[in-house]
């Protein structure tokens, strides 16, 4: 995010984020040579010694783009060309702090990512495509928010946190929400996408730290709040469309959170919290707290969240964004099983 341009903090719905590069479809097949033009100025990355992995990454980078015939990802355009774009050096840093600076590790995440973006077109969904209301209304929220005072990242001069919110209390229907596994897939890949714009990978200036030397300054906070959630046991359609959905991001969307909060989870439901901490990389683990009042939410990350949560902000009905919805489902049509 960049600090000299932020978004505004609060962003209404149905307004599209616009990408910082190309097009919301997958892009034609890609020249591995790359040969755009040498920025005149721009942010710079440290100087890497030869035998540095995020220098063997780039350098490896050519052959990945070649092979894939994909170059966008998160809004960026990879370019293999030197000097390496700043912005394509930043989403190699990210691979290879997800795979703990195992080279061969980042680079078949990284193939693989671009061949599932080639295919999936996570970009269309985020901005083009329309879900069905009675299946998603209130579901999901996006907001952007200053951070708290003392935030190690908002002194190094990046202001703004991007949040999604997952309001479970919002479904009416578990089959009718969760039971399409692919739809709801493909929902909450869209919400994913419109948070990760909002980072703006494609004008940042900071350079993300190497693995262990300090915090990556671009990433999202998610809450999962399950106030009025009542079901005591894990419903089959939710667990296999929250597996799939877990297994996807850690896939193809490494490095992007900074921290997951579970909110207003009774002591009963505590086991959410211990199923998910058994599902989640290790490193993801580390990162999931548990609060059992939603107004806990306002100490971790400021008071600009909403009222609901301990904060000053307004609710987020009203200025969260969220993905495109539409009524899909015909009048008179009868819901199926409800949430209990």
Excluded at 2 to 8: A, E, G, H, I, V
Excluded at 129 to 147: A, C, S
């Amino acid at each position: 995010m960049s600090s000299t341009d932020p978004q505004s903090s609060a962003v209404k719905e149905g307004i599209n984020p616009v990408p910082h590069d190309g097009p919301t479809t997958a892009p034609p097949a890609v020249d591995s040579t790359m040969n755009a033009p040498k920025p005149s100025s721009g942010p710079t990355w440290p100087e890497l010694t030869a035998e540095h992995p995020l220098r063997k990454f780039q350098e490896r980078l050519s052959n990945i783009l070649q092979e894939t015939q994909h170059s966008e990802i998160y809004n960026v355009h990879l370019s293999a060309s030197e000097p390496i774009p700043f912005t394509t050096t930043l989403v190699l840093q990210k691979f290879l702090r997800a795979n703990a600076n195992d080279l061969e590790k980042a680079a078949e995440q990284l193939s693989k990512t671009l061949q599932w973006r080639k295919e999936f077109q996570p970009l269309k969904a985020a901005h083009e495509e329309t879900f069905d209301e009675d299946k998603f209304k209130g579901l999901g929220y996006i907001t952007v928010i200053d951070r708290k005072e003392g935030d190690e990242i908002k002194r190094i001069g990046i202001s703004k946190q991007v949040v999604t919110w997952n309001i479970y209390g919002a479904v009416k229907d578990n089959k009718k929400t969760f039971g399409d596994i692919e739809d709801f897939i493909r929902w909450r890949v869209a919400l994913m996408e419109r948070s990760i714009a909002h980072l703006e990978l494609g004008s940042a200036i900071v350079p993300i730290p190497d693995y262990g030397a300090g915090s990556d300054p671009y990433q999202m906070v998610q809450i999962h709040d399950y106030l009025s959630v009542k079901f005591l046991r894990m419903d089959p359609t939710i667990r296999a469309a929250s597996q799939r959905t877990i297994a996807l991001f850690q896939a193809h969307y490494p490095e992007l959170l900074s921290r997951k909060f579970f909110v207003n989870v009774p002591y009963v439901m505590s086991w959410i919290f211990a199923v998910m901490r058994l599902v989640v990389a290790s490193e993801t683990s580390r990162k999931l707290t548990m609060l059992s009042s939603g107004e806990s939410v306002a100490y971790e990350l400021g008071d600009a969240v909403p009222r609901t949560y301990g904060g000053q902000g307004e609710d987020l009905e009203k200025v969260g964004e969220t993905v495109k919805l539409e009524r899909k489902t015909p009048q008179g049509e009868e819901t199926g099983q409800t949430a209990s």
